[in-house]
């Protein structure tokens, strides 16, 4: 990388990382449109047959290698500004004489785990309704008295308490934060389970990563990806939907073993989509974005939280899994 025009590189390894972003946001689309769509027979079995078990893959492959290259050329880059920087320097008083080491902390791995505090990446998200970008009408008031009674309905229904209070809270019109328990998501819906061991074993990696740096007791932090499996319960479904993933952990090494401390983090953000619509009912998501548009209702951010308690031999892929009260579970 000697002589690189760094300018030119920086450029090069953003347009990495963003196309990674963009094809991640293509295929968590994709995902929920399939899932929308009023397909059936046998063509569009073999359509979706090969979207799950091969196309699909074949993308989450290109996700991951366009991230790691990216990230490999920033930490180019990097070294090269360091090398830069110390050609020429005379010597200076003191007693050492070896090549400067890498400060602790300051580990990085091609897939984005880095060693430092719990940090909360950053995640944008997209919004089609601009809110009270339009004026009111007759029929709009009419519209918002049935979907406020609906959403009120709602919370007698069996199983969908979550996303009745996140639609009412829609309907607060504040945009303020709201918390989903994200541990009893994960025990009612497969899918939220699998996106959470998902995230345990790209943990996992980016930990081996940098104890083969020569970290032995740390904490890390990894970058936010798109949950890669959508609820199948009608409750979450309509309360997190497609969202973001992230984690922050404590890892400590005893010889061969390692045991992870990880707290995985969701994050998503409740607003409605133009040309997308509800799984269940069919109902189109401009019918609601409507209602953001002329100032009635307002779009916020959800968030919540497991901990798990990972051990695992270096170079498994056999971890045994425990919350911090103690529960285990080999997977």
Same mark, same amino acid.
């Given at each position: 990388?000697?002589?690189?025009?760094?300018?030119?590189?920086?450029? $090069?390894? !953003?347009?990495?990382?963003?196309?990674?972003?963009? /094809?991640?946001?293509?295929?968590?689309?994709?995902?929920?449109?399939?899932r929308?769509?009023?397909? *059936?027979?046998?063509?569009?079995? +073999?359509?979706?047959?090969?979207?799950?078990?091969?196309?699909?893959?074949?993308?989450? *492959?290109?996700?991951?290698?366009?991230?790691?290259?990216?990230?490999?050329?920033?930490?180019?880059?990097?070294?090269?500004?360091?090398?830069?920087?110390?050609?020429?320097?005379?010597?200076?008083?003191?007693s050492?004489?070896?090549?400067?080491?890498?400060?602790p902390?300051?580990?990085?791995?091609s897939?984005?785990?880095?060693?430092?505090?719990?940090?909360? &990446?950053?995640?944008?998200?997209?919004?089609?309704? $601009?809110?009270?970008?339009?004026?009111?009408?007759?029929?709009?008031?009419?519209?918002a008295?049935?979907?406020?009674? !609906?959403?009120?309905?709602? /919370?007698?229904?069996?199983?969908? =308490?979550?996303?009745?209070r996140?639609?009412?809270?829609?309907?607060?019109?504040?945009?303020?934060p709201?918390p989903?328990?994200?541990?009893?998501a994960?025990?009612?819906?497969?899918?939220?389970?699998?996106?959470?061991?998902?995230?345990i *074993?790209?943990?996992?990696? =980016?930990?081996?990563?940098?104890?083969?740096?020569?970290?032995?007791?740390?904490?890390?932090?990894?970058?936010?990806?798109?949950?890669?499996h959508?609820?199948?319960?009608?409750?979450? +479904?309509?309360?997190?939907?497609?969202?973001?993933?992230?984690?922050?952990?404590?890892?400590?090494?005893s010889?061969?073993?390692?045991?992870?401390t990880?707290?995985?983090?969701?994050?998503?953000?409740?607003?409605?989509?133009?040309?997308?619509?509800?799984?269940? @009912?069919?109902? &189109?998501?401009?019918?609601?974005?409507?209602?953001?548009?002329? =100032?009635w209702a !307002?779009?916020?951010?959800?968030?919540?939280?497991?901990?798990?308690? $990972?051990?695992?031999?270096?170079?498994?892929?056999?971890?045994?899994? @425990?919350?911090?009260s103690?529960?285990?579970?080999? *997977?």
């Amino acid at each position: 990388m000697q002589g690189m025009n760094l300018t030119a590189m920086r450029g $090069v390894a !953003k347009a990495l990382t963003d196309c990674s972003q963009d /094809l991640d946001d293509a295929v968590t689309r994709l995902d929920q449109l399939l899932r929308r769509v009023d397909w *059936r027979g046998a063509d569009a079995e +073999q359509f979706l047959q090969s979207w799950r078990t091969k196309d699909r893959p074949f993308a989450v *492959r290109g996700i991951t290698y366009l991230s790691e290259r990216g990230t490999f050329l920033q930490n180019q880059i990097t070294e090269q500004e360091t090398s830069s920087n110390s050609d020429g320097q005379g010597a200076t008083g003191g007693s050492g004489g070896g090549a400067p080491t890498t400060p602790p902390g300051t580990s990085t791995t091609s897939s984005g785990y880095s060693i430092g505090p719990a940090h909360k &990446p950053d995640i944008h998200w997209d919004e089609d309704f $601009v809110w009270g970008s339009q004026s009111a009408t007759p029929q709009d008031v009419a519209s918002a008295a049935e979907w406020r009674a !609906k959403g009120e309905l709602a /919370l007698l229904a069996p199983g969908l =308490g979550d996303a009745a209070r996140a639609y009412l809270h829609y309907w607060d019109n504040n945009g303020e934060p709201f918390p989903i328990d994200y541990e009893r998501a994960a025990a009612e819906d497969s899918s939220i389970q699998q996106n959470i061991d998902d995230e345990i *074993r790209r943990s996992m990696a =980016g930990a081996e990563d940098l104890i083969n740096q020569g970290n032995q007791s740390f904490s890390m932090t990894g970058p936010a990806s798109g949950s890669q499996h959508y609820p199948v319960t009608e409750n979450w +479904q309509k309360t997190i939907g497609g969202y973001q993933q992230w984690s922050s952990a404590e890892v400590t090494t005893s010889g061969n073993t390692a045991t992870m401390t990880i707290t995985v983090h969701a994050e998503d953000y409740y607003n409605f989509n133009k040309g997308q619509a509800d799984i269940a @009912s069919g109902t &189109p998501d401009n019918v609601n974005g409507r209602f953001c548009e002329i =100032g009635w209702a !307002k779009p916020f951010p959800t968030s919540g939280e497991v901990t798990r308690v $990972v051990t695992w031999e270096l170079g498994s892929n056999n971890p045994t899994i @425990s919350t911090p009260s103690g529960t285990h579970q080999e *997977r």
